[in-house]
């Protein structure tokens, strides 16, 4: 089945996941991305998504590519949709 919307939880555990990686806090990725800190911890717990600019910002900080943790994004969401 075909699902037309993007799970904020998906995409909050992959920005936490690359967060952890790279062993830094979420006040320091949110100082480095120039976004709020609650912002931010809003994302991770899946609670909001975040605009391609605020994605952006976060994958500069975390010095990755943005196509990489869309493709993480990519990867749960058929790894979810196959275990349903």
Do not use: W
Request: charged share 30%.
């Amino acid at each position: 089945m075909y699902d037309s919307k993007l799970n904020p939880v998906i995409v909050g555990q992959v920005v936490a996941e690359f967060r952890k990686k790279k062993g830094i806090s979420q006040e320091v990725l949110s100082g480095f991305a120039d976004i709020g800190r609650t912002h931010l911890s809003a994302i991770e717990r899946g609670e909001r998504k975040p605009t391609l600019e605020t994605l952006y910002r976060i994958s500069k900080a975390l010095d990755v590519k943005m196509s990489d943790i869309i493709t993480e994004i990519e990867k749960q969401i058929e790894k979810q949709k196959n275990s349903c």
